[in-house]
């Protein structure tokens, strides 16, 4: 990572890291689109993550006027699957409708699981690469920034068969960065060997699309995925890897996007003032 004088020499100012601060929905648990709104906006942040299924009911459109409405920006809007599959196809196409309706900096992208019965990895890898071609001349069309996120190994068999951050930027590297990029998810990428390099190599070609933080706990009795801790509870050096993101010119939103099933058990009021509160404690 980068540099580290006490914390980190390009770690942002509280000033700074205000207007970068953005929470994503799914931090609150996603409830209903307004309730999720009033939370956040009450705590000064200026941008939201939003999750599709968050304005359920809601056209894009309305959804959008809601937003600006509270004053906020839509950072990032999850999440469409790639696949060939005809349906899911049709449901990426309508992800990015809805992100061109929102003004969604980026719309992120997650590379599907392993097909059932299959046990052909590199091939599953391959035809990611075919769908996320396919979607980008879609996406272009719109004016729609694609986002693919590399999810930890552990979901390989299930979400995502695109697992660092080298395999991701593999995939978005024949596209200009203001169409594709990827996803620099802590959470997700902490443990990777190579993460140092593919950073910088991700900046050079302005392929650093968002970035979203989480920690990771040393204990996770029901698994980690419903057990993602707020950014300073855990072991990821989220101040490193902002600040190695900073480096490479990255200057956008910084999401704080939590899963956690105790933390969704308190009111979304309560759940984002942890949130912003976590986010300058450890990254300020």
């Not at 009033?38 to 009911?57: C, M, N, P, Q, S």
């Not at 001349?137 to 660092?164: I, Y």
């Not at 990029?181 to 390099?197: I, R, S």
């Not at 190599?201 to 920690?215: F, P, S, T």
């Amino acid at each position: 990572m980068a540099p580290r004088a006490g914390h980190a020499v390009n770690a942002p100012g509280r000033r700074v890291a205000q207007a970068r601060l953005s929470i994503n929905t799914v931090t609150l648990g996603n409830p209903p689109l307004l309730d999720a709104l009033d939370a956040i906006a009450a705590t000064g942040a200026r941008k939201v993550g939003l999750w599709r299924e968050t304005y359920d009911g809601m056209t894009a459109r309305q959804a959008a006027r809601a937003v600006a409405d509270h004053g906020l920006q839509v950072s990032s809007l999850c999440r469409c699957v790639l696949s060939h599959d005809t349906h899911t196809m049709a449901d990426s196409r309508r992800a990015v409708d809805d992100a061109h309706q929102l003004g969604a900096a980026v719309l992120v992208v997650l590379a599907g699981g392993l097909p059932p019965g299959s046990h052909d990895l590199a091939g599953a890898r391959a035809r990611v690469a075919e769908a996320f071609a396919e979607l980008a001349n879609v996406a272009g069309e719109a004016g729609v920034r694609l986002a693919l996120e590399p999810l930890h190994p552990m979901f390989a068999a299930s979400r995502s068969v695109v697992n660092t951050l080298r395999q991701a930027l593999d995939i978005v590297e024949p596209f200009p960065g203001e169409r594709a990029g990827v996803v620099l998810d802590t959470f997700n990428v902490w443990w990777d060997p190579e993460l140092a390099d593919q950073i910088c190599r991700a900046g050079l070609g302005n392929k650093i699309a968002a970035v979203q933080i989480a920690d990771w706990s040393r204990n996770h009795e029901h698994g980690p995925f419903l057990t993602r801790a707020l950014p300073g509870d855990g072991i990821i050096d989220n101040l490193g890897i902002i600040a190695a993101a900073d480096s490479a010119g990255y200057r956008g939103p910084i999401e704080v996007e939590i899963f956690n099933d105790d933390l969704w058990q308190q009111p979304p009021r309560r759940i984002a003032e942890k949130a912003m509160s976590s986010f300058f404690a450890a990254l300020c």
